[in-house]
């Protein structure tokens, strides 16, 4: 079967089906709703056909009446009529028009009255039924129309109703059936098409038609604008008989669904192409378009910065040189204007003595700002030429070179006191280690001995733990004293910023339990790559790990999320603090500063000081950012292609 449906044949045959079913669905929907509306099912066959045609002789005697009334020669109008055989009868009962064969009728079937109202001009303006024991309207002219319907089989609408209510009233029932069976021949036949659609049975290849070289977009407009259009000629053809209006949407309906079933077929091939929307004219004309716009917009960056940069290029002096020229000019031009010689000889005074002046300030001011420069980018050696300098000028000059004296000072003072506290802490590190070590030994000693005094066990395990306690702090120390001058050794190299998330996940996952913590983890699909030592960034994930395990609240989640931020790669730990975080984040980056301030959690307050002195020798930064009691620590590097 599956063979079958996907040749030339099969989906021929699937094609012709769904047209079909939904062609029948289509009468069977508009059959049951003129059912409903005509009465079908409350109403004997007979009592249909008369409620049907009654409507259809009001519309036919409202046109008749019309042409009749119209009729600008006062004389009895004679019309012929295939329909049904008919006379017009005004108030008086004086017959005004009627047909041709009127005179032969003994016995009218149907008469009713209706009401013509005349607009200014004396046309008729409107024709409506009226009520034969309704009160009349003295702003309305009545007339009376009987009709007899013919027996004319093939031109006769009439006799057209008659047959098609003798073949539908046996159906009344039975069409919600045709049309749910239509309906699930259509689906069936439609995914039919849609599955095969671009499939053979001699290769798993797509194949699609001829108008797949054509966009869809294009394929689709042009099929609406046909739809639109051929709307457009039937409202301004809409006074042609209905049997001929009715005839036409029948066969444009038609029509169009056949091309909307060939333009799914089409979209489905697509879609199988996985180019509906790439290969759209629309699409094209947007991407080019984007294109367009980016080349442009990156061109006028390109022209700002150059002028940016050569405006910026040019020296003080020249700036200074330029302007005041410019303004000299314009103010020359104003005094030609004005042209007075006591003006133009003020003008040339004032600029002799102005214009040297300008010159002379400008070039001092390069002095100041290079000794400026000098000292911003740490060269404290610099001096300032104070020589050629007056008044305020040479003050100032003065002070930078004053400033650059205090500097030098102070830094060689800084630096001699952090040599002198790294020699001291790691001297003295040193020298309580070697005791420490022997502690910790004999104390292990101590406590495997077998003793029946159990007091000995507890104290034993107390001075171990404090022991080991004592021995962190001290590592931690030297570390810290390291890492803030510089001291430690730091291997870069490249390095997949995922790699640190999932395993700081897989490594604290049993510990976070333990805590009553739940880590969720966010590592984008792309992947993003830094320069980092992996030693020393375990060590900062270890840290900062530590301090959420120590001070978050218990049975609530800690994020541990990374993304790329501009140019940088962003780890993001995120906690709920167990203690009111009632401290600033500078505060909590300095050393020995501890989130409880009753230091009840083990810690020495110098883990997020090493975190972020290590992340810095790596060319990355540590932030804290502390909101309620929500703690988050923000840890970025730069990122490499």
Known sequence: MKRFLKSITGKTVSFILCVMAICVLAASMVCAGLMVEGNYYTQAKDQVFENVITGKIHRDACSEIWSVVNNSENEQLVISNEQFTFEIANEEGEIIGRSEDASNIKEWTYSYEYGVLRNEEGLVDEVFYHEKTAPRDDRLEYYTFKANIKENPGINSYSTIRKVIDLTYPLRYWIYLIGIAALLAAIACFISLMANAGRRNDSEELYPGPLNKIPFDVLAAVYVLSGVACIAILEQNYSLPDEFLAAAVIVLALIFLVLFIGLCISMAVRIKQKNLVKGSLTYLCLKYLWAVVVYAWDLLKKLMKSIVSFISSIPLVWKTVVITLGLVFIEFLFLVALYSDFYIAFWLIKNLILIPAVIYIALTLRTLQQGGIALASGDLSYHVDTKRMIWDFRKHGENLNSIANGMSIAVEDRLKSERMKTELITNVSHDIKTPLTSIINYADLIGKEKTNNKKVKEYTEVLLRQSERLKRLIDDLVEASKASTGNLEVNLMPCDAATFVNQTAGEYQDRLKE???????????????????????????????????????????????????????????????????????????????????????????????????????????????????????????????
Do not use: H, W
């Not at 590592?523 to 978050?552: H, Q, S, T, W």
């Not at 609530?556 to 906690?575: A, G, I, P």
């Open 515 to 641: 805590c009553d913590l739940t880590l969720i983890t966010e590592v984008p699909e792309e992947e993003l790559r830094i320069m980092a030592d992996g030693r020393r960034m375990y060590r900062i994930f270890d840290n900062l790990m530590n301090n959420i395990c120590k001070y978050a609240q218990s049975g609530t989640r800690v994020y541990l999320s990374l993304e790329r931020k501009d140019n940088d790669v962003l780890f993001v730990f995120k906690n709920t603090s167990r203690e009111q975080l009632n401290i600033s984040e500078d505060e909590l980056m300095e050393r020995f500063t501890r989130g409880d301030q009753s230091r009840n959690t083990e810690g020495n307050g110098l883990g997020l000081s090493i975190a972020k002195s290590m992340a810095e020798l790596q060319n990355g930064s540590l932030k804290i950012v502390i909101d309620g009691d929500l703690f988050k620590a923000n840890l970025s590097f730069p990122i490499i292609a």
